[in-house]
Nanobody
C-alpha cells in the first residue's frame, strides 16, 4: 500500500523558513517523480514544485520560484520542501504527491501538513 506521510509544518511569521518532509513507503520511491501541492482554505489544489526520480530536474510554480526548494533522498525514501521568505499567502495545507512533476491531477497524496504564516 502506498503511504505518504508529511511533517514539518507550523505557525510562522512572514519572512521565516520551514522545511517540510514526506516519508514514502509501499512503492519504489526512486523510480517516480514527486511533487508538492498545496490547498488554501476555499481554494483549489495548487501544484507548486516537482522533482524527477533522480533529482536531475526540478520545476516550480511562479508563485514559489526563488523561495522554495524541492529535494529528495532516495536512500531514505524522503521528499523535502524548503520554504524560505514565507508570505501570508503561502498559508495552506501542504501535500506531497506521487508521480507529480509539473501538474496535479489527483495523484496519490498524503494527509498533509499545515503551514500558517501570520503576524
Amino acid at each position: 500500500e502506498v503511504q505518504l506521510v508529511e511533517s514539518g509544518g507550523g505557525l510562522v511569521q512572514p519572512g521565516d523558513s520551514l522545511r517540510l518532509s514526506c516519508v514514502a513507503s509501499g512503492f519504489n520511491f526512486g523510480e517516480y517523480a514527486m511533487g508538492w501541492v498545496r490547498q488554501a482554505p476555499g481554494k483549489e489544489f495548487e501544484w507548486i514544485a516537482g522533482i524527477s526520480g533522480t533529482s536531475d530536474t526540478t520545476r516550480y510554480a511562479d508563485s514559489v520560484k526563488g523561495r522554495f526548494t524541492i529535494s529528495r533522498d532516495n536512500a531514505k525514501s524522503t521528499l523535502y520542501l524548503k520554504l524560505n521568505n514565507l508570505k501570508t499567502e503561502d498559508t495552506a495545507m501542504y501535500y506531497c504527491a506521487k508521480g507529480t512533476y509539473s501538474a496535479y491531477g489527483g495523484q496519490k497524496r498524503g494527509q498533509g501538513t499545515q503551514v500558517t504564516v501570520s503576524l
